[in-house]
């Protein structure tokens, strides 16, 4: 079993900025497939950034340009660094992680183990 562990989220308003965290275990760095997922109120779960084993760094078209994901190997963390947040931003934020090689990377049901979620609220 694969532990995960976010935290970060908050309220925030438009344009404005948030960091999420993901406490991993060390050993999955290089040798799993993790990223950031989202679920809006009655939306199905969808990819927002991953880093995958074969493809590297993977964005969801809405977030290109506005959030960067990354990974902090000393700290076991993996970031989601979110900037000029809009309202449709609004959802539930979760972390993920798998042993596999994921295709497409931003593929959910690919995905086995998920972090208890954070919740991201951006307001006008």
């Known amino acids: 079993q694969v532990q995960l562990v976010e935290s970060g989220g908050g309220s925030v308003q438009v344009g404005g900025s948030l960091t999420l965290s993901c406490v991993v275990p060390k050993y999955t760095f290089g040798r799993y497939s993790m990223g950031w997922f989202r679920q809006a109120p009655g939306k199905e779960r969808k990819g927002v950034a991953v880093i995958e084993l074969e493809s590297g760094t993977v964005y969801a078209d809405s977030v290109k340009g506005r959030f960067t994901i990354s990974q902090d190997k000393a700290k076991n963390t993996l970031y989601l660094q979110m900037n000029s947040l809009q309202s449709e931003d609004t959802a539930m934020y979760y972390c993920?992680?798998?042993?596999?090689?994921?295709?497409?990377?931003?593929?959910?049901?690919?995905?086995?183990?998920w972090g208890q979620g954070t919740q991201v609220t951006v307001s006008a």
């Open positions: 993920a992680a798998t042993p596999s090689i994921v295709i497409p990377p931003l593929r959910e049901s690919a995905y086995d183990y």
